[in-house]
């Protein structure tokens, strides 16, 4: 019955991850307020009552309260349960992908990091400085547990993305953040250049396509930005778990 062990496991996994998506949600919502993340209790944002436990219990609490904040009333952002899930399920991934390693920690918090980066890009158009150096210190710390990956490698995929778009963004000015630059470098450290051109295509193809929309749309005019970090972390994702897979896939089915 050994699928038993393993169903117990993944299910522990998710309820760990779903823990983690919760604290994940008071880093979006403190960072860009300035707010101390390790002091002080959760608060509804809108009439400011302080959460009790039963009210802070990762996904169920939601659905009890059928999405209202217990004191006023005010709708929840589903966007809090969503995140919640979205920690659950990148903890089984990096469980699938890994197994119970160190190397499945390193890359379940640099996800974490990504879907951190991912939100507070959305609401505020910036990417926090401390959320890439965290980043790129995970990326000194992967050289011990992802050998494979040689150091030329890395330093490679440090520039290989983040300076083409420092350029760009000398010529064309505002064409990409600060914060996507930063990102592209730690995260190309982090991946070396195979992984991280699988990432940044991702972000691009999946940023690119949005951008169409917006534009078929109405909803913004050609001159208008939009938040490009949550694309970029959606590839970087997608490269953290698949992306050597995806390349040696590539090189298999389009150069031989």
């Known amino acids: 019955m050994i699928w038993v062990a393993y169903a117990v496991i993944y299910g522990l996994i998710f309820l760990a991850g779903i823990c983690i998506g919760s604290f994940l949600n008071v880093l979006i919502y403190r960072m860009p307020l300035g707010i101390n993340i390790a002091k002080g209790r959760s608060f509804c944002p809108e009439c400011k009552n302080k959460l009790q436990a ?19 009333g005010q709708k929840i952002s589903r966007r809090y349960p969503a995140v919640e899930f979205l920690g659950g399920m990148l903890a089984v991934a990096s469980l699938y992908f890994f197994w119970l390693t160190w190397q499945a920690l390193l890359v379940y918090a640099a996800v974490c990091i990504l879907l951190v980066i991912a939100f507070i890009d959305i609401d505020t158009r910036e990417i926090p400085d401390r959320l890439n150096i965290a980043l790129f210190v995970l990326a000194l710390i992967s050289v011990f547990l992802f050998p494979d990956i040689t150091v030329i490698e890395r330093v490679i995929g440090f520039f290989e993305i983040s300076l083409p778009m420092l350029l760009l963004n000398l010529m064309i000015k505002d064409s990409f953040g600060g914060g996507d630059i930063k990102l592209c470098a730690a995260c190309g450290f982090l ?17 690119g396509m949005y951008a169409i929309w917006l534009l078929l749309s ?36 389009f150069m031989f």
Do not use: N, Q
């Not at 991946?191 to 940023?207: D, H, N, P, S, W």
């Not at 208008?224 to 040696?248: C, K, N, Q, R």
């Open 54 to 72: 039963k009210d802070m219990v990762p996904l169920l609490s939601f659905f009890v309260l059928r999405g209202s904040c217990r004191f006023c």
């Open 191 to 207: 991946l070396g250049y195979k992984a991280m051109l699988v990432g940044a295509f991702l972000g691009i193809l999946t940023g």
């Open 218 to 253: 109405g909803a913004k005019s050609r001159k208008d930005h939009f938040a490009f970090g949550p694309f970029l972390s959606f590839g970087l994702m997608v490269a953290l778990y698949a992306g050597t897979m995806i390349w040696e896939s590539y090189l298999e089915i």
